[in-house]
């Protein structure tokens, strides 16, 4: 399979890759390493005045160079801005800007389930667009 | 400058020795042996000859006799007229046929159009090593069995079949017939189609540094194995296979064949040490699984499984590195191999398997970069990934 140079460059660097401890930092997950996709996002808030700022990012994946190559690009573009369930961008266009064959797309809602996940409300309420 | 992939990829194909080249370049333009082989004049006679001289030599490197050699445009060929022929030929008699789940798909597409005709096809599940024993075969018989067809080295994972002792069992039987697809076979281990009793056995020759689109289905004579053709048009080769026959390409086949038979023993030491060493590096890592039985394995192929590794990205992430195979270089790569989920492998790690086969102008330096890519590749990935107890579906805690 061919990759586009952005997934190509993502993928080679996971530069997001790892895990993040601490009070302010929220974590969740989606998919199935047994279902040949998993991933999962950590996410740092900020404290006082900016509790509801992503101030940092982390994600671990288990897939294709698409899952890994979009969730390091999610996990950088989400620093900086407002705690909200959606992705920096809707699938559909995540799905276009990374040239994810439509096959795949499957993959890209684990992503944004996980996404989804980590920044729900700790006590585990749902958020609008959810996917269980 | 990026240097070029190592290649390690000789099962799916090998590059044409230049010595073959130089055979074949002669047989090509004006002042060499352009004739058609079935014209009667110097021209033809001249291209004729060379054409009877590489049946000769393929039928020495096979254990088999010139007269049984019949050219085709591959092995793909050679399988379909071998298991299609037979069919079509002896259906009055009977309607049943074996093979193994493991088989190339030029053997299992066949046999599928059989079923789709009516026929019963028996698809024999070898062990978890990849061997099946001449008992299974024999238990798998019926008396309307026309057919057996194994492969004798696996494309995918080198595992060499007992063709001896199953052609002991079809010829008890009677009236079933083997087939060997042996493509994978020549210069990694030695064939004796006429004393091992095979009937039909398939050739190509991309497989041994000779052309694409060239092989042969030996058919026994001594056996008096018949065939109906699957083409038709100018009768050439018995009238089994219409065509101009292409005197280049078999004049590649003879000398490949020729030089297989006479490097046979000495390839073999040669690449065994580069294999174990091969197995050695990458076991290294742990979570490796080598899949098929070692101890009846081709020095060439090693085929391995590396777990909480996903198989695109394992096969992206080594990719400017190394040229290898997820499975067979013949099927799609998007679904896991049909041969390691028959030996018992689960699906995730069947996809998580790469094929290594080396050959002919394989290096200590090939392998040691293989080695290093794939460690590269395989501990980011997990690293990625995270422990393998963190990936439990849902939420976590940080």
Known sequence: MNYSELTWRHFESAAAAGVLQGGTVRRGSAGSPTCGTWVQFDVQLGSGDRDSIIEAVRFQAFGCPHVIAVSDWVSQAAVGRDLRPVLPEPVAALRERFGVPVEKLGRLLIVEDAW????????GGVTAGFRG | MPTAPVYLDYAATTPVDERVAAHMARCLTRDGAFGNPGSSHDFGDAASALVESARAEVAAAVGAVPEEVIWTSGATEANNLAVLGVAEYYGDSGRHVV????????VLDPCRELERRGWRVTYLKPDGGGMVQAEQVAAALKADTVLVSVMHVNNEIGIIQDIAAIAGVCARHGSARLHVD???????????????????????????YGPKGVGALVASGKRR???KPLQFGGGQEKNLRSGTLATHQVVGMGAAFELAAEGLDQEAERIA??????WRGLESLGGVLRNGDAAHTVAQLLNVSFEDVEGESLLAAVRPFIAVSTGSACTSAAEPSYVLRALGRGERLAESSLRFSLGRF???????AAVAAVTRAVSRLRRIAGPRSARSPGMGSP
Do not use: Y
């Open chain 2, 182 to 208: 042996a493509a994978q076979s020549v210069g990694k281990c030695r064939l004796n189609f006429s004393s091992w009793g095979i009937d039909l056995m398939s050739l190509s020759a991309h497989k041994a």
């Open chain 2, 362 to 368: 394989s290096t200590e330096a090939d392998v040691d």
């Open chain 1, 116 to 123: 989804i996940a980590a920044i729900s409300p700790p006590d």
């Open chain 2, 99 to 106: 093979t193994l789940r493991t088989e190339h798909k030029a």
């Open chain 2, 225 to 227: 194995v018949q065939l």
């Open chain 2, 273 to 278: 040490p580069l294999r174990d060493r091969l």
